[in-house]
């Protein structure tokens, strides 16, 4: 296998990552994933980590390109952040070096921060997926959803990535879920998760409404109806997800009243989007992200230069 292999491009987050061997031409020869995200990785190696990782692609002696939070301050190397606007096709020209990989070449893709007075936002990662739907779809204008952990809205014009903002919706419902008050009207942690349609369809429309009160006065609401039997266990979960994607949606659509948006991710994360996008009579063109990650960090390397920019 090694010998096809052109490049080793990798997806590498806070607590998994994905990667991807690629051919000649940018396709996925072979392809893994793990929970070795850099808050799990030993001692802070990431060299020998990586070499776990992909010991049997490294035969043909590959370039390596990476995103994610393994360029974060606290992953392998910090790389720097670009300030909007930034042009997604020039981010192979502004890679950070990694020179302690077995002689290999090894690279992580910068970051993107917008940055006002009195306000901050960052990505790692997410501008490889618009790009990726760039380079596979040439998609250079619209609204971008970014469902996960930090989900964020973006706005992309002719190529030129101009704004963005972050909502912390994963993060909350894993804190809210399995910590403090809320957790006690919740399944044991160590049950099957299951998804209750109707109670996150009431949770999207509670918070979306116009009239919706704040999103902590909704919070404790989880917790009181649970009180008086209007939620059960198995709904709650549900129900608290419903009004976290629905606040996280009707201030994204204060920000930018879209009816088409592009969204990019899981394809469980796209579903539950997809419900709360009707309640907003919003069009999702849904893209997963393990179809457009690999082209997209591929089209970086090449840009770079660590792979021919003749290979098609």
């Known amino acids: 296998m090694s010998g096809k292999i052109a490049c080793i491009a990798l997806d590498w987050g806070t607590s998994n990552r994905r990667g991807w061997a690629l051919d000649a031409g940018g396709h996925v020869v072979d392809g893994r994933s793990d929970d070795q995200g850099l808050i799990n990785v030993t001692d802070r190696d990431f060299a020998g980590s990586l070499r776990r990782l992909v010991a049997d692609w490294l035969g043909g002696r590959p370039p390596v390109i990476m995103a994610g939070m393994i360029g974060s301050r606290l992953g392998w190397r910090e790389a720097a952040y670009l300030e909007t606007p930034v042009d997604l096709t020039q981010l192979g020209l502004h890679l950070t070096v990694i020179e302690d990989f077995d002689g290999l070449p090894v690279r992580i893709v910068p970051g993107v921060a917008r940055v006002t007075e009195d306000s901050a936002d960052v990505m790692r990662g997410e501008e490889c997926q618009m790009l990726g739907a760039l380079l596979v779809r040439g998609q250079r204008d619209g609204v971008f959803l970014l469902p996960g952990t930090h989900a964020k809205w973006a706005l992309l014009e002719n190529g030129i990535l101009t704004d963005f903002r972050t909502y912390m919706t994963g993060e909350l419902f894993g804190h809210l879920r399995n910590s403090g008050s809320l957790s006690q009207v919740m399944p044991p942690k160590d049950a099957p998760e299951t998804f209750d349609a109707e109670a996150f369809d009431r ?9 919706a009160p704040g999103i902590t006065h909704l919070l404790f609401g989880v917790r009181s109806l649970s009180l008086f039997s209007k939620l059960t266990s198995a709904t709650a979960p549900s129900y608290l997800s419903g009004l976290l994607v629905g606040a996280e949606m009707r201030d994204a659509l204060r920000w930018t009243p879209a009816r088409h948006v592009t969204a990019i991710g899981s394809a469980k994360l796209l579903e539950t989007y997809a419900r709360a996008a009707a309640y907003f009579k919003i069009t999702l063109d849904r893209l997963e992200s393990d179809d457009i990650l690999p082209p997209a960090l591929f089209g970086i390397a ?6 021919a920019k003749t290979a098609a």
Request: glycine residues 20%; charged residues 25%; hydrophobic residues 40%.
């Open 203 to 211: 949770g999207v429309t509670r918070a979306g409404a116009p009239d």
């Open 302 to 307: 090449r840009e770079a230069g660590l792979v």
